[in-house]
Structure formats: C-alpha cells, structure tokens
C-alpha cells in the first residue's frame, strides 16, 4: 500500500501554483514519514482524461493507495471530485485534505469548473444547427456569468 499526493493546476495557471501545492505536499508527508509518490496534472477543466488523475483512478481501485493526500478538495476534480473521495471510501482509501478553502475561492473554482463544461460541450456540439442544444448553451453561459457577478 502506498502514499500518494495529487496536485492539479489548470493550463492558465503558472507553474509556481503547482510548486506551491507540491511543497505543501512534501512537508506533510515527510512530517509523517511516510513513503510516497506525487502525482500532477496540468490541464483543462472539464477534461477528467488527465494521466496523473488515470493512474490514481487505477491505483485506487486495485487497493494499491492507502492514503490519498491533497492540498484541498478542488485540486483533485473539481466538480467531480465527490465521485472520486466516494471512489476511495469504496476501496478503503483514507483521503487527508490538508487546506480549508474560503468561500469566494471555491466559488471561482466552481465557475472556472462550469466555464470548461461548457467549453467542452461547446467543442462536442461544435456549431450545430439544433436550437435546443444552442439554447441550452447560452443558458449555461448565462448562469456562468451571473456567477462571476456575484
């Protein structure tokens, strides 16, 4: 069973975000003294096909991770990450989250999380003709904006 820290940045963030959360990582775990692997991912929200993330998926689920280490909730998924932690409760995973995160900051990580759904579902549809799906993206855009407004 092993130790594994993950940290995720967004492609628009710069590398000093990812420092950040790698050394935050290092100190609590060599703090514990246990063996680990850091794994990271820099990439697009709304894009769960990133490597770091695949391989922990995997790792979890042969029962190879005894704790899962993360510098706060978001960095793991974003949206999704509930899927994940349920994900480690299913194959006794201990998951440590080692930093509360202010309101405002998990409302802009939500917004940011919202903005790539929609830019994903905006490259699978490409410019279709279908009005319900044209309409149904400008309402997503409309709740988008209104959350950076608040």
């Known amino acids: 069973m092993m130790t594994i820290g993950y940290v995720r940045i967004n492609a628009n963030q710069n590398d000093y975000d990812l420092a950040r959360q790698i050394a935050i990582l290092k100190v609590y775990l060599e703090e514990k003294g246990w063996d680990y692997k850091i794994l990271q991912d820099v990439g697009k929200k709304g894009n769960f096909r990133h490597p770091g993330l695949i391989r922990l998926l995997k790792l979890i689920c042969d029962q190879q991770v005894q704790h899962l280490v993360l510098t706060n909730k978001n960095k793991l998924l974003g949206l999704g990450a509930d899927f994940v932690l349920t994900l480690c409760e299913v194959f006794n995973t201990q998951v ?54 608040d």
């Open 96 to 149: 440590i989250i080692l930093n509360t995160i202010e309101e405002d900051y998990i409302q802009d990580e939500i917004t940011q999380d919202l903005t790539g759904v929609i830019d994903l579902f905006r490259s699978r549809i490409g410019e279709s003709p279908n009005q319900e799906r044209q309409e149904l993206l400008r309402e997503l855009k409309n709740i988008a904006h209104n959350l950076t407004e």
